[in-house]
């Protein structure tokens, strides 16, 4: 029955979606520079320096579930494209303007077509002109136009990873502790834990020695650190994939690194320690180990997810390098 029901689906969605094969056979590459190529275009036409562009696309390639384009993920909503009230739906950017949507030609074929790339990337990036080219009026366009403080923070970190490495082909992780050293861990996530009531262990322990040094497992901003009643000394990384990244019970923290600091996969940003489960400065109330939380944000709201898959990964992916 199952089995069934799992055929028919396929089958719907190999029929459904035959167009999008070709895009699929494009390797990630090649995507990547028709991508860069797009936002530098972009850049050239309106002011709008192409790792925000890229930042935005890149955000809602996390949260878009039917982009309007294959390659482009960004997907202005139809009410906001043709404007409101826009009873015909008309594609000439003229009559467009006249509803205030935000459709704009950016191939100059005399159309503003909402699922064509130079379109989408031109309309959004001349949205953004209309409140100004520096940092701080891209800010405010984000926040008019996603309404949400996490969405804006994520773009703009994601912006200046991007700006700071001069290019969108980011791939590599790391495993969070150097493989030379002792350690241990399972999967725990789930499990019920002790202090602080009723909580789930949302993150994956992995034991090892007070001091063994803990590395950044991808690309991504320090958007958190300090003290935790829980966590003890934590950061939190915010990475390119609308991910935040929890390092908990930190020893001590890697001298110089401060929030909004940009890190790579590698970069040291502590050591391990038992710190946490009280006020400031206690430590020893278990063994030392570093906890891994990874929590998802979709567009709407942030959730846990377990790491121990991720984690098993980036160490067989270290151990080959
Ligand atoms: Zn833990």
């Known amino acids: 029955m199952l089995r ?73 909503p139809e009410q906001k494209w043709y404007g409101m009230g826009n009873p015909a739906y008309s594609t000439d950017p003229d009559w467009i303007g006249l509803f205030e949507g935000l459709g704009k030609d950016g191939n100059g074929d005399h159309k503003a077509e909402r699922n064509q790339d130079e379109d989408i990337l031109y309309s959004f990036a001349h949205y953004i002109t209309t409140f100004g080219q520096t940092k701080q009026d891209i800010k405010i366009a984000l926040w008019k136009y996603y309404q949400r403080e996490l969405t804006v923070l994520t773009i703009m970190n994601t912006a200046k990873v991007y700006k700071k490495f001069g290019t969108i082909a980011l791939n590599e992780s790391d495993f969070p502790l150097p493989l030379s050293a002792n350690f241990s861990y399972r999967s725990t996530w789930g499990d019920a834990r002790g202090f602080g009531g009723r909580r789930i262990h949302e993150g994956t322990d992995i034991f090892a020695n007070y001091g063994v040094p803990v590395k950044s497992t991808t690309y991504g901003v320090v958007e958190i650190k300090g003290w935790n009643r829980f966590g003890g000394w934590r950061i939190g990384i915010r990475d390119i994939y609308n991910r935040y990244h929890y390092f908990a019970h930190l020893n001590g923290f890697q001298e110089g690194i401060k929030v909004g600091d940009v890190v790579k996969p590698g970069d040291v940003i502590g050591s391990v320690g038992a710190t946490g489960y009280g006020p400031p400065g206690t430590s020893g109330k278990f063994p030392p180990h570093l906890h891994y939380g990874m929590y998802q944000d979709n567009g709407h709201s942030e959730w846990s997810f377990d790491p121990y898959p991720y984690l098993k990964r980036w160490e067989q992916r270290a151990r080959r390098k």
């Open 4 to 76: 069934n029901l799992l055929i028919i689906f396929l089958l719907m969605f190999s029929t459904i979606h035959p167009l999008t094969v070709s895009a699929k056979e494009q390797t990630q590459e090649e995507k990547d520079q028709l991508k860069m190529a797009l936002y530098k275009k972009t850049e050239a036409l309106t002011q709008i320096p192409w790792y925000y562009l890229a930042a935005i696309d890149q955000y809602e390639e996390q949260v878009t579930k039917e982009p309007a384009s294959e390659l482009i993920s960004i997907t202005i």
